[in-house]
């Protein structure tokens, strides 16, 4: 299957491709979210070749994302697709948000030539519910991990995923954005400057 097939954008590095980062996006919006392609577009522009997609929930314009096994496999045909659009990258997979959850939950089964999984505002918990933590297969990740998670996450602030990253086995890294919301937004700062910033800190990851 191609990237057009999977209905997925390739975001080809322009100069000198180092790694390749299938990104999926948040629960509440597709691909063409402002966030996804601002991204991709920063990281493409560092080095990095970025596909992004669309769960097939969102491709049907319905609201309720599907549920995880189904949101996985897609990942996974596109993943696929992607290894093909760039054979011979390193590759990382992450997401915004739900996306990066999901990502998290391919990363803890069988995934091979995995080199890292990068995640954009983990979802450790519903808002204002921490009494229900998604985190009971994080420590079957072997793949390393960057986390990058706002001050100020309702979602789950970096203080508590500290706790839970002590679980786990693999390497994990967190990029803490100093007053940053679930989104990574920063108040009075402008919402480019804040994801570039973001996208020197993968790019330094991912080549490190």
């Given at each position: 299957?191609?990237?057009?097939k999977?209905?997925?954008?390739?975001?080809?590095?322009?100069?000198?491709?180092?790694?390749?980062?299938?990104?999926?996006?948040?629960?509440?919006?597709?691909q063409?979210?402002?966030?996804?392609?601002?991204m991709?577009?920063?990281?493409?522009?560092?080095?990095i070749?970025?596909?992004?997609?669309?769960?097939?929930?969102?491709?049907?314009?319905?609201?309720?994302?599907?549920?995880?096994?189904v949101?996985?496999?897609?990942?996974?045909?596109?993943?696929?697709?992607?290894?093909?659009?760039?054979?011979?990258?390193?590759?990382?997979?992450g997401?915004?948000?739900?996306?990066?959850?999901?990502?998290?939950?391919l990363?803890?089964?069988?995934?091979?030539?995995?080199?890292?999984?990068?995640?954009?505002?983990?979802?450790?918990?519903p808002?204002?519910k921490?009494?229900?933590?998604r985190?009971?297969?994080?420590?079957?990740?072997a793949?390393?991990?960057?986390?990058?998670?706002?001050?100020?996450?309702?979602?789950?602030t970096?203080d508590?995923?500290?706790?839970?990253?002590?679980?786990?086995?693999?390497?994990?890294?967190?990029?803490?954005?100093?007053?940053?919301?679930?989104?990574?937004?920063?108040?009075?700062?402008?919402?480019?400057?804040?994801?570039?910033?973001?996208?020197?800190?993968?790019?330094?990851?991912?080549?490190?």
């Open positions: 299957m191609d990237l057009t999977a209905g997925a954008i390739g975001y080809d590095a322009d100069s000198g491709a180092k790694a390749l980062l299938v990104l999926a996006h948040g629960a509440g919006a597709g063409q979210h402002p966030f996804m392609v601002s991709a577009r920063l990281l493409s522009a560092k080095g070749s970025v596909v992004t997609f669309d769960f097939p929930y969102m491709r049907e314009r319905r609201k309720i994302p599907d549920r995880a096994p949101l996985e496999e897609a990942f996974r045909q596109v993943i696929a697709a992607a290894r093909e659009w760039a054979p011979r990258l390193p590759l990382f997979i997401g915004k948000s739900m996306g990066g959850r999901m990502a998290t939950h990363a803890a089964q069988p995934l091979d030539a995995l080199d890292g999984v990068v995640v954009f505002g983990y979802p450790l918990h808002p204002g921490p009494d229900q933590p985190t009971a297969h994080l420590p079957s990740i793949a390393p991990i960057l986390i990058v998670q706002g001050e100020r996450d309702t979602f789950g970096p508590e995923l500290r706790p839970v990253m002590k679980t786990m086995p693999a390497p994990v890294t967190l990029h803490v954005v100093a007053k940053g919301d679930h989104s990574l937004s920063v108040r009075g700062q402008k919402r480019d400057d804040g994801l570039a910033e973001v996208a020197d800190v993968v790019v330094g990851w991912v080549i490190r």
